[in-house]
């Protein structure tokens, strides 16, 4: 019978001292994991909610129809592009003349607001106001005829920038040149081109 009592208390013993320490170190370095993992998961919420804070609020717009209408239910007049642009520099269309050079067609995109303020590729600062695009290949300084065949609307733009590196678009035009022929609402839209000569 005394044996028996003593395996039952060898049987309930408390652990040794190094297995106490051993136990301690594998809970505090468990408990700094969870501390660090907490932190980090933070750390990204934070960074997350600020890039969603400062995301731009722009309303999307939908074609319906002939029009278009906002998915923000605010009306189209107050989603204008060029609301922003303190006043739009136009010329009249001049007629076509002999001294312009047919240089192909292709799609035309636009770019504005979110560019104003950068250096362009002549070194001008980029106006959204200003009838000016970009393009891949003609000479920086140039002056091009830009006519939407849908409605006969031209501009005529100054080339001071290189691109569009996007799609299959041949010119990239500046807020106001789209606007000018009637390319605000699509964003896109077929053009021809012509160089003006001097």
């Given at each position: 019978m005394r044996e028996r009592q003593h395996e039952d208390t060898a049987d309930h013993s408390l652990p040794t001292r190094r297995e106490r320490l051993r136990a301690f170190a594998t809970l505090k370095s468990q408990r700094q994991v969870l501390i660090a993992g907490v932190a980090i998961l933070g750390a990204a919420a934070l960074m997350l909610g600020g890039a969603l804070w400062q995301q731009d609020r722009t309303p999307d717009l939908v074609k319906l129809g002939k029009?278009?209408?906002?998915?923000?239910?605010?009306?189209?007049?107050?989603?204008?592009?060029?609301?922003?642009?303190p006043s739009v520099t136009t010329r009249p269309d001049p007629t076509p003349s002999a001294s312009e050079s047919p240089v192909g067609s292709g799609d035309a995109?636009?770019?504005?607001?979110?560019?104003?303020?950068?250096?362009?590729?002549?070194?001008?600062?980029?106006?959204?106001?200003?009838?000016?695009?970009?393009?891949?290949?003609?000479?920086?300084?140039?002056?091009?005829?830009?006519?939407?065949?849908?409605?006969?609307?031209?501009?005529?733009?100054?080339?001071?920038?290189?691109?569009?590196?996007?799609?299959?678009?041949?010119?990239?035009?500046?807020?106001?040149?789209?606007?000018?022929?009637?390319?605000?609402?699509?964003?896109?839209?077929?053009?021809?081109?012509a160089l003006l000569m001097d």
């Open positions: 029009g278009v209408a906002s998915v923000d239910a605010q009306p189209v007049a107050a989603l204008d592009p060029l609301a922003t642009v995109s636009y770019y504005g607001k979110e560019l104003a303020g950068n250096r362009t590729a002549s070194g001008e600062i980029f106006d959204p106001s200003r009838l000016t695009a970009a393009h891949r290949t003609l000479p920086l300084g140039s002056e091009v005829r830009v006519t939407n065949p849908k409605n006969g609307r031209s501009v005529i733009v100054k080339i001071n920038d290189r691109g569009p590196y996007h799609g299959n678009c041949v010119i990239d035009l500046s807020t106001a040149a789209a606007y000018a022929i009637g390319l605000i609402r699509s964003g896109t839209g077929r053009v021809s081109l």
